[in-house]
């Protein structure tokens, strides 16, 4: 089995960037991560230096392995704007290593965002599961276009997905080559995306940030940024408060956005979360 040694962008921290992993695709367990590639399988370790270790099943799988790890991307930038903010800066201290890991598809990733709206993280962890299991039930890399069109919206929807998001991902998936979009400018890619039912900006934040590896694509709408929004705001928020949260950190707002969740004023208080259920479901993230 071939080993490649990989010196990340520093700062990087695989553990700590592979706790969001789907536990298929990629598979964390005392230190090492699993990633599950379409063309095998990588185990990978950070050594004390910094320097990942990888043993792959087959050396060609490097550069989807490399895309993954999201861990050739300088993050200087960020750090920089970091240093002088007084909201990001002591967030982004405790965990400057994190990253926002990507799915080797970008279908794979529209999965995770329409399987993430309006519903906590633990539930919308749970319907990818199951679907990535539908997809290839002895386990396999992230799925492609054809291979959840060839589910259908009524098995995805038996995943947990509601109904009207299934039709919507499957319409997306078969009316838009997401994969083509890949050359194309963010902008241009993003409002092409917006054209399609059921989607909004978290939707094409998470899609961006995880399918296309777009530092700058902010979650605006999440409900922890809304929380905190609100919170240093006074009121209760709106998804614009959550925009122009992240407007002072372009062009890293996707990756300035993962920070900001883990803000203390980020938690939603007990009381809160009462509040909002009746009408979110407990949300994570507004379509």
Known sequence: MPVVEIVPAAPYDLVRSARGGDGITLRRRDGVLDVILRGGRARVRQRADGVLVAELDDEALEPALRFVLACDEPVDGLLALARGDALLGPVIRRAPGLRALRTETVAHAALRAFAGQLIAFREAQQIERRVLRLVAPDGGGSPTAAEL???????????????????ALTHLLRSVDLERLRDLEPER???????????????????????????????????????????????????????????????????????????????????????????????????
């Open 189 to 287: 890619v993003a409002a092409r995306l917006r054209r399609e039912s059921q989607i909004g900006p978290w939707t094409v934040g998470v899609i961006g940030l995880h399918g296309y590896g777009w530092a700058d694509a902010g979650l605006v709408g999440d409900l922890h940024l809304m929380h905190l929004a609100g919170a240093l705001a006074g009121r209760d928020a709106e998804v614009a408060d959550t925009e122009a949260l992240l407007a002072p950190y372009a062009p890293w707002r996707g990756l300035a956005s993962l920070h900001l969740m883990g803000h203390p004023k980020a938690r939603v208080p007990p009381r809160r979360f009462e509040r909002l259920t009746p009408a979110f479901g407990g949300l994570c993230s507004i379509h």
């Open 149 to 167: 069109l060839a589910l259908g919206p009524a098995r995805i929807a038996a995943c947990g997905l509601a109904p009207r998001r299934a039709e």
